[in-house]
């Protein structure tokens, strides 16, 4: 069963960079790494999405080491309004052989003044 | 560009009563999806269309139906409520379906429907 594991939460301050691990021991051979982004009372958001090595878009930079077991979200200089709790998400193939995203916990960031 | 729509936003049913709640996305996209976020918990899969015509369950099915009425709606119904039902339910699409490991599958979210079961 491919399964995420997260910290459950995580403070920091205005301008700091945070760096969220999630660690995927199972993840299939050809699977990709991809983050969600959720505020209160919406929807997730895409975040990033990665296969191996470094990404890096206009909001985030996602590192996943050469064995595929973690990835890191790292976020520039957050503000107030990262606040979000961010999951992370690797396929599964569970039992009845159908591939679909599991969602997780997920990671609760706070941002502080 | 609407995105993906649902209604109704709130819903307060009493045990035993049924409801269909509304999806809808205006992007063309082939793969729809039906999620439930109970309380400080993740996402959890109810079911999932890859394509129009098809359907399939998820991680947590039982209790609900759905139909995929056309590329555009994808519809869940919950036939005989009851108290463990009372989540918030998020509808999302993505242009491609869940082809494998390999595929890339950005899924767009819906605001949401805020249900309760008395």
């Known amino acids: 069963l491919a399964k995420t594991t997260q910290p459950i939460s995580m403070d920091s301050y205005e301008g700091q960079e945070v760096n969220i691990t999630c660690s995927h021991n199972?993840?299939?051979?050809?699977?990709?790494i991809t983050w969600y982004q959720q505020f209160p009372s919406q929807g997730p958001r895409f975040i990033i999405q990665?296969?191996?090595t470094k990404v890096t878009n206009e909001v985030a930079s996602l590192f996943i080491p050469a064995d595929r077991k973690s990835s890191t979200l790292s976020l520039p200089r957050v503000s107030l309004s990262d606040t979000a709790v961010y999951y992370c998400?690797?396929?599964?193939?569970?039992?009845?052989?159908?591939?679909?995203?599991?969602f997780g916990t997920g990671t609760r960031l706070k941002v502080l003044a | 560009n609407a995105g993906v729509t649902q209604t109704p936003k709130f819903q307060v049913l009493k045990t035993g009563q049924s409801m269909t709640l509304q999806c809808a996305q205006d992007?063309?996209?082939?793969?729809m999806y039906w999620y439930r976020q109970d309380p400080g918990m993740g996402l959890r899969l109810i079911y999932y269309s890859a394509s129009e015509g098809t359907t399939d369950k998820g991680e947590v099915p039982n209790g609900y139906n759905v139909s995929r009425l056309n590329k555009r709606e994808f519809s869940l119904r919950l036939e005989s409520a009851a108290p463990s039902q009372t989540s918030v339910y998020f509808c999302a699409s993505s242009e491609e379906g869940w082809g494998g490991p390999s595929s890339y599958n950005e899924q767009f979210f819906g605001p949401g429907t805020r249900l309760t079961v008395l």
């Open positions: 990665g296969y191996k």
């Open positions: 199972n993840i299939a051979t050809n699977d990709y």
């Open positions: 992007m063309n996209h082939n793969s």
């Open positions: 998400l690797v396929g599964d193939r569970g039992t009845s052989g159908t591939y679909k995203y599991i």
